[in-house]
């Protein structure tokens, strides 16, 4: 029997937009409390299921609103209305980097993401040497992570979130950051996770991959959901409307 690992339950998602250009401090005090605003949703009832050990890709053209989605999934947005619900324990990967601090090296960041994605202390120690090998940036651990490049960022993130062992992962992007080496080990990485019976979730420009490593797609559009249905029929779908 299946059963749902995560479930987004009509969701929507407003943005306010603010028009003032060059704001004062004063000029902002003065105008007190009615600010000049547009709303915009970026999502629009979003309604689907995701199952347990599928691998779930999120599609659509640029702005269509998938890190939005993405961020709600991952706590770091709260739907304007709807649910979502989760059966599992949930990490998330989102930005190039997203909750590393500049200032502190590779090796304290490890540890302060690691806590924050849900990991104890002697968790990261065992795992710490692992997660330094996926990186590939042993050479510059010690180092500010202001100093990294941004594929670097990516793959130490990507590191640290996948030893979480999660049972839900939440990606945004990752795979079109990394070269090719590390996106073919991400990739390998997915695999396993898939072989784990692990719930993924992602949102990818790519295509192929997604058509290639998903179960299951999502087609955003405009915030709202224009199809869900096998990972082949969907990206069929998308590259059709997109070539009209
Ligand atoms: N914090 C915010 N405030 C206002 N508008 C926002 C905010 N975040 C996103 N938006 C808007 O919501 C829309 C969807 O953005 P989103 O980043 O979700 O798109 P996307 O599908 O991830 O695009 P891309 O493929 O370029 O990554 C865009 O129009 C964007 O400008
Ligand atoms: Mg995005």
């Known amino acids: 029997m299946t059963h749902v690992a995560v479930s987004v339950d009509n969701v929507s998602k407003k943005f306010r ?13 003065m105008r007190g409390r009615t600010s000049r605003h547009d709303e915009f949703w970026a999502l629009k009832d979003v309604t689907f299921d995701v199952e347990a050990g599928q691998t779930y890709g999120i599609i659509g053209s640029n702005g269509s609103g998938k890190s939005t989605l993405l961020k709600c999934l991952a706590k770091i947005y709260w739907p304007t209305s709807g649910t979502i619900t989760y059966n599992g324990k949930m990490a998330s990967l989102l930005e190039v980097g997203s909750g590393f601090h500049f200032e502190l ?24 040497d692992s997660i ?10 010690d180092q500010p992570v202001k100093n990294y490049s941004s594929g670097m960022y990516v793959r130490l993130g990507f590191s640290v979130a996948i030893h979480v062992d999660p ?28 072989r784990a ?10 295509l192929d991959v997604v058509a290639d490593i998903c179960d299951r797609v999502s087609w955003i559009e405009k915030g709202v959901l224009q199809t869900s249905g096998p990972a082949r029929d969907v990206v069929a779908a998308y590259r059709a409307s997109s070539s009209d």
Not at 105 to 128: A, Q
């Open 105 to 128: 090296s590779g090796r304290e960041n490890i540890f302060l993401n690691g806590s924050i994605l849900g990991m104890s202390k002697k968790e990261i120690t065992e795992k710490f």
């Open 167 to 194: 049972d839900i992962l939440v990606v945004d992007e990752v795979l079109s950051v990394g070269d090719e080496e590390f996106q073919h080990k991400s990739f390998e990485k997915f695999l396993d996770l898939k």
């Open 197 to 206: 019976g692990k719930t993924i979730i992602l949102v990818s420009h790519g």
């Open 132 to 141: 330094v090998e996926f990186s590939g940036v042993e050479k510059f651990i």
């Open 17 to 29: 937009l603010y028009h003032e250009r060059n704001q004062t401090l004063k000029s902002a005090v």
